[in-house]
Nanobody, 127 residues
Framework: QVQLVESGGGLVQAGGSLRLSCAASGRTFNDYAMGWFRQAPGKGREFVAGITSGGVTRYTDSVKGRFTISRDNAKNTLFLQMNSLNPEETAVYYC?????????????????????WGQGTQVTVSS
């Protein structure tokens, strides 16, 4: 299995940017499709962005054009560049790994489709 550790969260003003990282260890990183999810207080965990082993990406509609997911397979690291953040995006952000080279077929992405999770990193966007 793979172990995941997120970093890069923090406090940022509305309109600002943050870059999250997720360091993976254990099994071969490029055996996994990867994703970022977030969970706001009192809400369920929602899909933000995903990337296949080969680098094909997918985003939830609300972040398209502002967030960029990427991976460095040589360094076993996943990234999420977040720009133009708004206060409604305050949440704990989680890195997740899927035991497949590919993301699930088109449709809603759910947490049950990813098998391994990090502990999360807090992102707070102030107004």
């Amino acid at each position: 299995q793979v172990q995941l550790v997120e970093s890069g969260g923090g406090l940022v003003q509305a309109g600002g940017s943050l870059r999250l990282s997720c360091a993976a260890s254990g099994r071969t990183f490029n055996d996994y499709a990867m994703g970022w999810f977030r969970q706001a207080p009192g809400k369920g965990r929602e899909f933000v962005a995903g990337i296949t082993s080969g680098g094909v990406t997918r985003y939830t509609d609300s972040v398209k054009g502002r967030f960029t997911i990427s991976r460095d397979n040589a360094k076993n690291t996943l990234f999420l560049q977040m720009n133009s953040l708004n206060p409604e995006e305050t949440a704990v952000y989680y890195c997740a790994a899927r035991a497949s080279l590919y993301l699930p077929p088109r449709g809603a992405m759910t947490e049950g489709q990813f098998q391994y999770w990090g502990q999360g990193t807090q992102v707070t966007v102030s107004s």
